[in-house]
Structure formats: structure tokens, C-alpha cells
């Protein structure tokens, strides 16, 4: 079992920074890709960004250039550097870690808000 602990989120204005973390612990795979999506009321849970265990990364077009995913040396940390924060990148954002073999984990979420 893995277990993802989300931290990080909360209100900004426009423009303005915040930085997401995600912590896993338990039996983490050593082959993975660990990832935030988010989740806006009425809308279905999207891609935010992800980075594999070989440090690839990948990013929605509507983050690109804004927000970077990186993660520690141990590869039990992911973190969101959200910059340039918009009102449409308020949701909930999930911290989720996808073995190469066997399902995925995710967290319970922390809410960001971005006030015009």
C-alpha cells in the first residue's frame, strides 16, 4: 500500500505563487510516475503535470510555461510550483503515483483557490 498526503494548496490572487507538495509513504514501487490533476466543480479530473521516475516530465498546454513538477532525490516527494496563477486553475488538486506495473494511488486532494 502507498499512501499520498497532499499539502501546499489554498487562496491567492491572480498572479500570484503558491507550491504544492505531495508526500508518499508505504511500499512505493521504485518504477513510477508520480502526477497532479485537478478537479474543478462540474468538470472531470485532468492532467496537470506529471514526472516519471527518470525525472520526464509532462504538462497540460494550459500549465506549460506556468506551473513546473519536480521531485526530491529520494523520489518520495512531488511538488507543484505554481506561478502566474489563474482563476481558472482553481480545483481540487490530487497528488497521484502510477506504478509501471499494478494501479495507482492517489491523495485526498488540496483545494486551490485563485480570486480574481
Known amino acids: 500500500q502507498v499512501q499520498l498526503v497532499e499539502s501546499g494548496g489554498g487562496l491567492v490572487h491572480t498572479g500570484g505563487s503558491l507550491r504544492l507538495s505531495c508526500a508518499a509513504s508505504?511500499?512505493?514501487?521504485?518504477?513510477?510516475?508520480m502526477g497532479w490533476y485537478r478537479q474543478s466543480p462540474g468538470k472531470q479530473r485532468e492532467l496537470v503535470a506529471t514526472?516519471?521516475?527518470?525525472?520526464?516530465?509532462n504538462y497540460a498546454g494550459s500549465v506549460k510555461g506556468r506551473f513546473t513538477i519536480s521531485r526530491d532525490r529520494a523520489k518520495t516527494t512531488v511538488y507543484l510550483q505554481m506561478n502566474s496563477l489563474k482563476p481558472e486553475d482553481t480545483a481540487v488538486y490530487y497528488c497521484?503515483?502510477?506504478?509501471?506495473?499494478?494501479?495507482?494511488?492517489w491523495g485526498k486532494g488540496t483545494l486551490v483557490t485563485v480570486s480574481s
Open positions: 514526472i516519471s521516475s527518470r525525472g520526464t516530465t
Open positions: 508505504g511500499s512505493i514501487p521504485g518504477s513510477n510516475t
Open positions: 497521484n503515483l502510477d506504478p509501471t506495473y499494478g494501479l495507482d494511488y
